[in-house]
C-alpha cells in the first residue's frame, strides 16, 4: 500500500528512541497472567524472537506472574543493549486474574527496588504506576515517582488508566513520560487521553491494542479490508494505530512464535489515507 501521509517509526521519551510498536510481556505466564507459562521455553523464544525483528521497548509489570514476566525477560535478553525495559508497580497478587491496587510509597520503593533486581539493571528504563490507588493521596504516589526518578533508580516515569486530570495533577509533581490506557479501534474511551498526550509529546501506550468484537470478525468489514489488502486483521489495526498518532505506541503482546512474527510485521504496513479514513470509520 502507498503511504500517503509519512510518520515516523520512533517515538523519544526521556533521552530514549526506541520504535514504536513494542512488544507486551504479560502473556508470558500462566493462567490468569498468574505463575509460569506451560511452555517456558516457547516464551523465551517469542522475546528473543520480537527483538530479532526490530522490537526495542517491552513492556512488562512486577504483578505479571507475579514477577514471572521480569524474570523470563531477564533471562531471555539479558544484557538488553538498545532494548528498552518499560516496568510498572501498583498492584498486590493473591492469585489468578486478583489485582488489588496499591500505591503506598514505601511499597512503591520496594518494587522499584526488586524490579531492578529482577530486570538487572542499576536504573529502570520506564518505571509506570500502574493505577493510581484510591486510598493513597495521588500527591504521596506521585511523589515517590519524583524521588525515583530524582535518585536515578529508574529514567523515566509513566501513568496507567488516567484521566487528563490525572496526568495534569501527577505533572505538577513528577514529569510524565508516558500514559498506558485501553484503546484500540473498537474502544476508543480514552480518544481525550490520546489527544491530549499528541499535544503535549507525551507517549501513549495503548494496551490491548487489536480489535476485537463484531468488526473483527470473520467476514465483517474489517476482515474485508485486510483481505483486500493480503494482510490480516490484527496487522491491520495495529497499522491503523500507527497511522493515527505519531505519540502511539502499541504493545501487542502473545505467547506463540507465528503471532509475535505477525504482529511485528505490523511495522512494514502503511496506509494510504482512504484506506485509513475507511478503517476509522467503521464504528462511525
Sequence with gaps: MDNSTSYSKTFSYANQTVQRLGYGAMR???DGIWGY???REQCLAVLRRAV????????TADSYGPYVSEELIF????????????TKAGFVRTGPNAWTECGRPEYLHQECEMSLRRLGQESLDLFQLHRIDPKVPAEEQFGMLKNLLDVGKVQAVGLSEVSVEEIVKARAIVPIATVQNLYNLTNRK???????????GIGFIPWYPVAAGDLARAGGPLDTLARERDVTVGQLTLAWLLHRSPVMMPIPGTSKLA????????????????????IDQLLV
Design 28 to 30: 508470558i505466564t500462566g
Design 75 to 86: 533471562e531471555a535478553l539479558h544484557p538488553y543493549g538498545s532494548v528498552k525495559i518499560a
Design 190 to 200: 480514552s480518544e481525550g487521553v490520546l489527544e491530549y498526550c499528541e499535544r503535549e
Design 259 to 278: 503471532h509475535v512474527e505477525e504482529n511485528c510485521a505490523a511495522a512494514t504496513v502503511t496506509l494510504d489515507d482512504d484506506t485509513f479514513r475507511a
Design 37 to 39: 507459562p506451560d511452555d
Design 52 to 59: 530479532e525483528l526490530g522490537v526495542d521497548f517491552i513492556d
